[in-house]
């Protein structure tokens, strides 16, 4: 029995349908990366909010004298996981001269103001927060 090839055959070959299987499969896989970096990009939003409450939360004890400022580390009590690391530093101006010259440091010779750095550490592997802001030490 001989075999008949039809010009007006209704159909699709096995090339055209394998080509529009392997687009469709790369769209999906495209428009699924955008769905998931969306998603991390919000959590990190949820995260940074959070973090930006605990720091205002520990400044507001930190200025009130209800914590000492020191260098230290603890926990957000209700927070589990959150953690936070406090550095102090002197505090060191840079002042230029008025005719654009060499820098000069100067120290600012008040032992009651200090640099402090906070960083907030989310549980698990999660990105930290950082800041840095003066603080005069209430004695």
Known sequence: MPIHFYSDSKGFTLMEVLVAV???GISI???LSGFALGHRQAARGILAKEAAQ???????????EERPL???TGDFEGHPGWKYEITLDDVQLT???ADGGEE???IIDDDNLQKVNLTI???????KFSTSFLMKQVQ
Do not use: T
Not at 55 to 63: D, I, N, T, V
Not at 121 to 127: A, L, R, S, T, V
């Open 121 to 127: 550490i989310p549980p698990g592997k999660k990105p």
């Open 54 to 64: 605990l720091a205002e939360r520990l400044l507001y004890e930190l200025s009130s």
């Open 29 to 31: 896989g495209v428009i």
């Open 70 to 72: 020191e260098n230290g």
């Open 95 to 97: 002042i230029l001269s």
């Open 104 to 106: 000069a440091p100067i």
């Open 22 to 24: 392997a687009l469709v």
